[in-house]
Structure formats: structure tokens, C-alpha cells
């Protein structure tokens, strides 16, 4: 798996679009770019998933630029509720290796 | 909206003592895995299991950790012979298929507390 660089923790309020940038500077040919979150006291969710350019769902938007060494997840009008650890990662997907490795990921702080 | 799911949702077991952590995962996935976390600390992974048997491990599986299929429904983590440090949350995780780039869906964990 290629190695993420992510900030510790980030403190935004509510409302407001929050982006957490993701550098994976050796990221491979073969490599997507995964978006975890996980709330306090509960499992990591998966939230989004690209290869390049832009990807959008219900809940996250993630911007991948042409030479895909770094990725930024948006996350819209946050809310309290968004307070949690975001867990970008980076993966080969023709491989079968199957686990996750988690880094520390950026807490996101939402302030009222 | 099919979910995973864990009991019981908090251990709590005396240094020694064998536990059981349970799960259901999502009824038509095919690959389940464990995870832990330490108190303030990374998710780490532990076990990957497929067609009822182990697809990989990582160095803190060692010999006390051992997981199981019984039935076509559960999953379970076998811990013996407990140690303080083996305090932290274990989460249960499936997938329809394989491959770090497929969605894991993660349970709501179990507490582990070894006194």
C-alpha cells in the first residue's frame, strides 16, 4: 500500500465545506484512493472512492488532480455530527491483499 | 440497510480467562475480518478469513487468537488466556469481495476489558 500523509486533526464549524488533503506522493498505476471515517465509539465506514479527476455521493466529494499524488475529501455544510476521524488510503485494487491498514487518519473537529 | 453486527458490546474478563467475541456479518458476503483498537491508538488488523479458513494474519494473531465459522451465520474471535494488554475495542468486518479497494463494512465493535 502506498504511504499517506494527512493532517492530525483539523477544527472547522458548522456549516461550513471542510477539506482534508491527502499527499500519497509513490501512489501506484494501479492504486484507488479510499475515504474512511469513523464517529467515536463505533467501526470506520467507508465514505468515498476515486482513480482521477472527481468523484461525488450523497455524502463526500473527492477531488483527484492529473498526477493523482495527493486527494482531497470535501465533506459539504458540516454539521456537529461530522465530528469524527477521516482515513484516507491507498490500494492496489488488482491485488487480493485483503486487510486494511489504518493510519491516524485527520480528526475533524466541528464547533458549534 | 444490511448491517454488521457484534455482542456483546462490552467484556469484561479477569487477566487469564478465555473470552468470545461474536458477529453476524452482512448475510451474503463471503469475506470476514477482524480489526482491533487500543484505547487513542490506529485500527489495526488482525485476521482475514475466507472459505472458512484464515486468508492472512498479522503479527499480533499470534497462538492465544484463534477465529471460527460454526454455523452459516457467525463469526467469532476466540481469545485465551486474556492479557491487560489485550484491552481495547475489537471490530468485525465484511465484504462481498476481496481486496482492500471493495467496501468493508464494520460492526459496532466490541469493548474488551481485561482487569
Known amino acids: 500500500l502506498a504511504k499517506t500523509t494527512q493532517p492530525i486533526?483539523?477544527?472547522?464549524?458548522?456549516?461550513q465545506e471542510v477539506?482534508?488533503?491527502?499527499s500519497h506522493n509513490n501512489i501506484a498505476t494501479n492504486d484507488?484512493?479510499?475515504?474512511?471515517?469513523?464517529?467515536p465509539s463505533q467501526?470506520?465506514?467507508?465514505?468515498?472512492?476515486?482513480y482521477k479527476t472527481k468523484v461525488t455521493n450523497e455524502v463526500a466529494s473527492l477531488f483527484i488532480p492529473a498526477d493523482r499524488k495527493s486527494s482531497t475529501l470535501s465533506l459539504p455544510r458540516v454539521s456537529l455530527s461530522d465530528t469524527a476521524v477521516y482515513?484516507?488510503?491507498?490500494?492496489?485494487?488488482?491485488?487480493?491483499?485483503?486487510k486494511i491498514i489504518f493510519g491516524k487518519g485527520t480528526r475533524l473537529h466541528i464547533l458549534p | 440497510e444490511p448491517e454488521v453486527t457484534q455482542t456483546p458490546s462490552h467484556q469484561v474478563t479477569q487477566m487469564g480467562q478465555e473470552v468470545i467475541l461474536?458477529?453476524?456479518p452482512i448475510s451474503n458476503h463471503l469475506y470476514f475480518y477482524w480489526y482491533r483498537q487500543i484505547l487513542g491508538q490506529k485500527v489495526e488488523f488482525l485476521v482475514s478469513f475466507y472459505n472458512n479458513e484464515i486468508s492472512e494474519k498479522s503479527e499480533i494473531f499470534d497462538d492465544q487468537f484463534s477465529v471460527e465459522r460454526p454455523d452459516g451465520?457467525?463469526?467469532?474471535?476466540?481469545?485465551?488466556?486474556?492479557?491487560?494488554?489485550?484491552?481495547?475495542?475489537?471490530?468485525?468486518?465484511?465484504s462481498q469481495l476481496a481486496g482492500v479497494n471493495n467496501e468493508q463494512f464494520f460492526g459496532p465493535g466490541t469493548r474488551l476489558t481485561v482487569l
Not at chain 1, 9 to 15: I, N, Q, R, T
Not at chain 2, 73 to 94: G, V
Open chain 2, 22 to 24: 461474536r458477529c453476524v
Open chain 1, 19 to 22: 477539506n482534508i488533503t491527502c
Open chain 1, 32 to 39: 484507488y484512493i479510499t475515504w474512511y471515517q469513523q464517529f
Open chain 2, 73 to 94: 451465520s457467525n463469526f467469532t474471535l476466540k481469545i485465551r488466556s486474556t492479557k491487560l494488554e489485550d484491552s481495547a475495542m475489537y471490530f468485525c468486518a465484511s
Open chain 1, 87 to 98: 482515513y484516507c488510503l491507498v490500494g492496489d485494487i488488482k491485488t487480493r491483499d485483503d
Open chain 1, 9 to 15: 486533526s483539523m477544527d472547522s464549524y458548522e456549516g
Open chain 1, 43 to 50: 467501526g470506520p465506514r467507508f465514505i468515498i472512492q476515486g
